[in-house]
Antibody, heavy 126, light 107 residues
């Protein structure tokens, strides 16, 4: 079965650091694009970051310079290192696999977040 | 950054109703857009990619259309399991951006 399981959430003070883990089973993390999405309490979804198969990364403006997405082949795990945390980072964080689909042109891909974890709750408060 | 304006933010409907949700992009994004469904306390699930292509296993009552800046998600005949929140996501350029979401509630 293809599955993602996030761990590492918790309560942290503003300015602190936290690392989220996303353990994959049924597929290999480094062979896929992977991303993080978050959802503040009662709010909508916010895209956070992506890492390509080749290691290229992109970030939302709101986390750029503070968050770092990485992966580890030996443990088949995706990570999100979160530094300088702020109250507005309080959210449920989802990891997701990104599949590449095409319609007519096999060289033009459409990205889909096709497998999601259950989410990890991060609360930033003093 | 590309802004995605989704409307309405919520709607009330009955089983069997036709429901339409719109996403408007602040600039052209070709058809680099997907739609997702989220139920309370759960992770989102994929519905549509490339603005109008249905993912495998998604009921045919769901359909998408649009290109450029205007996109719609239509549920042709709302079923009890469709009461949920819906989000569009553009992946034309970074940072990717979601619409604000539409909550479909029971009338």
């Amino acid at each position: 079965d293809v599955q993602l399981v996030e761990t590492g959430g918790g309560l942290i003070q503003p300015g602190g650091s936290l690392r989220l883990s996303c353990a994959a089973s049924g597929f290999t993390v480094i062979n896929n694009y992977m991303c993080w999405v978050r959802q503040a309490p009662g709010k909508g979804l916010e895209w956070v970051s992506i890492i390509y198969r080749g290691g290229t990364t992109y970030y939302a403006d709101s986390v750029k310079g503070r968050f770092t997405i990485t992966r580890d082949h030996s443990s088949n795990t995706l990570y999100l290192q979160m530094d300088s945390l702020r109250a507005e980072d309080t959210a449920v964080y989802f990891c997701a696999r990104v599949s590449l689909d095409y319609v007519d042109d096999p060289t033009y891909y459409y990205y889909t977040l096709d497998v999601w974890g259950q989410g990890a709750t991060v609360s930033v408060s003093s | 950054d590309i802004q995605m304006t989704q409307s309405p933010s919520s709607l009330s409907a009955s089983v069997g109703d036709r429901v339409t949700i719109t996403c408007r992009a602040s600039q052209g994004i070709r058809n680099d857009l997907g739609w997702y469904q989220q139920k309370p306390g759960k992770a989102p699930q994929r519905l549509i990619y490339a603005a109008s292509s249905l993912h495998s296993g998604v009921p045919s009552r769901f359909s998408g259309s649009g290109s450029g800046t205007e996109f719609t998600l239509t549920i042709s005949s709302l079923q009890p399991e469709d009461f949920a929140s819906y989000y569009c996501l553009q992946h034309n350029s970074y940072p990717w951006t979601f619409g604000q979401g539409t909550k479909v509630e029971v009338k």
